[in-house]
């Protein structure tokens, strides 16, 4: 029945032509959602009923187990880019990699608890807790997530420290932020096209053809260096001098990819600290617990206007550790080895027919 009320929910506010958004944010859909992840908590605990204390500690060894597979993977590839760097960076490799062994470890010996304690129902009874623990970090953000919008041009001159967010309000940072540069690639080499403006517009008359560091289109010579950025140009320009007048503009190509370098100056543990990363879209930068996401950029002259998310979710966390327990739960409950049923045994000590 609840099941039948959050898809009921979920239609109303997702409907094409009659949806009402504002329903996901409803008292209504908010109690469907806390009913959904008290009764996921009971019914693992009913499921797990007579091996509850085997349960609990099978739950936290899995997800020690799986933490450690964490370790191993980021401190294991870190300590590989760290080697690779050479000269003193093999000090720091060799910390990353006593870490990875340790994540390692953490894996081996939580994974054989697991193995030990963990049987097939209480993996359906994981799974149910998993489902609260996504449940419980959507409330969360519901609650607490902060989102603001930053935009910086990539001339490495602007700071922020501060952002504002749709609603008005004003947060400081925990860190300040600047953009030094960006950069796009785009599928496909470079074109020209040659215009003249006949009939109050444009109308391409030809396509000039790169030379090196130039542009060439019949006997007629341009340096691409001459070419110049403006707001009210999509691409890069040349006017070019006589009658009647002409133009010719860099052909527009579909982005592959986008990235911009940020300078990020924090502290940890007290002691200033500064960070050079890179940016890219679908890729998030953590710090400090704020997410920045690459949303878009607009050309600005010489350089390029960045437009930033920036968020702040504390449900994130137990959001995901759900959704990977959601995943390996449903492995383990499909696949686990079954028990074999105990035969009853009679007084003489003899196996009973069933």
Known sequence: MLMGVALLLLLVGGFPLIGVPAVYHSWLMMLVGVVAVLLCLWGGWRIAGGQRAQFVCGFICTFFACAGLVVLWQYGCRAVEYALLGGVMWFGALGMACTAVVGGLFTGIFGFFVLRLMRRHLWLAALHWS??????????DYLWAETAIAQLPSNGRVSICEVMTPEGEKILLPFTLRVDSFSTTFYGEDSYTLYVWQDDKWEPVGHPQPEVDCLRYGDELWAMEDLRMSPDMPQPYLLLPGEPVRMVMRDERAVKDYSAALHIE???RGRPEVRDEQVRVNSPLECKGWLMYLNSYT???????VTLQLRRAPGRIPALVGMVGIILCTACWCWWRREEPVAPVAEDGKEMEA
């Open 266 to 268: 924090t502290s940890y």
């Open 299 to 305: 050309p600005m002259g010489r350089s390029t206007l």
């Open 131 to 140: 489902l609260a623990l996504v449940g419980l970090g959507a409330y969360a």
